[in-house]
């Protein structure tokens, strides 16, 4: 489904990919770990052509994308929940899921039965919502995108515990279906929640990859790169 492969990615004259490469297989679920600052977010741009990488080749469904403008990819089927949401504030909950929205699949009535509250909020300005709806927002108009592969940039990021749980409850019921997904975690317990393959990152360069289980024994890895005890 999707192939990266070899990767350098910089912003003007700074270096942040170091050679990445990885892959997620049709219906998988795979996480990316790493601290704050590690690459994570540099590697989705890479991905969904806003910071296109200087070398390496990025393969979606076997096409290069990796020279692709971003509209392009999107509609080919990556679809992105960007990291803080990037929700339109004065806009309406209907109107920032219908934002993007293409019929195939996921509808408005789809995205309403998976969270119940965007339908209470439909009408309501997207700024008004809390935080946790305000991620569910951004899901739910990712969805609507109908991709194949879904891209999440720290979904968990900024909710309460209770939220963190939910989250990932419907990262996890979305995965098989149509959709493969790139979940992009600090949160370590989430991340292995939901995936059946994971990578750790550390300064643009993938320093781990396995399953939950060995990145879980691990303790070298989970204590050098995620601060995990
Ligand atoms: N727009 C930018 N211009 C220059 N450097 C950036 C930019 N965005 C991120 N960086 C740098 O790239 C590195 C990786 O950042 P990022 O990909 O956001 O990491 P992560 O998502 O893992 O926290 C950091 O050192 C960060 O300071
Ligand atoms: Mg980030």
């Known amino acids: 489904m999707l192939e ?50 200087r070398e390496g080749r990025i393969l979606f469904e076997g096409a290069p994308i990796h020279a692709w403008p971003p509209y392009r990819i999107s509609r080919r089927g990556v679809a992105l929940v960007p990291q803080g949401r990037r929700i339109f504030a004065p806009l309406t909950v209907r109107e920032n899921l219908l934002l993007g929205a293409r019929a ?31 991620q569910m927002l951004a899901i739910g108009r990712a969805l609507l995108t ?22 990932g409850r419907v990262v996890k019921g979305l995965k098989g279906q149509r959709l493969s997904i790139l979940l992009v975690e600090q949160n370590y317990h989430l991340a292995l929640q939901v995936a059946d393959r994971v990578y750790v990152m550390n300064k643009g360069q993938i320093v781990y990859e396995g399953t939950p289980q060995g990145l879980e024994a691990d303790e070298e890895v989970k204590r050098r790169y995620l601060g995990v005890a």
């Open 4 to 53: 990266v492969a070899g990767v350098h990615t910089y912003y003007g004259e700074s270096h942040i990919l170091h050679g990445v490469s990885l892959r997620v297989a049709e219906g998988e679920a795979v996480a990316l770990l790493g601290r704050n600052g590690a690459g994570k977010t540099t590697l989705i741009r890479s991905i969904v052509g806003f910071t296109p990488p």
């Open 104 to 134: 195939d699949g996921w509808t408005l009535e789809r995205v309403f039965e998976l969270f119940p509250r965007l339908r209470e909020r439909a009408a309501q300005a997207g700024g008004t919502l809390s935080g946790g709806e305000q």
């Open 146 to 167: 109908n991709g194949r592969l879904l891209l999440l940039d720290e979904p968990s990021e900024g909710l309460a515990p209770i939220l963190v749980r939910e989250i």
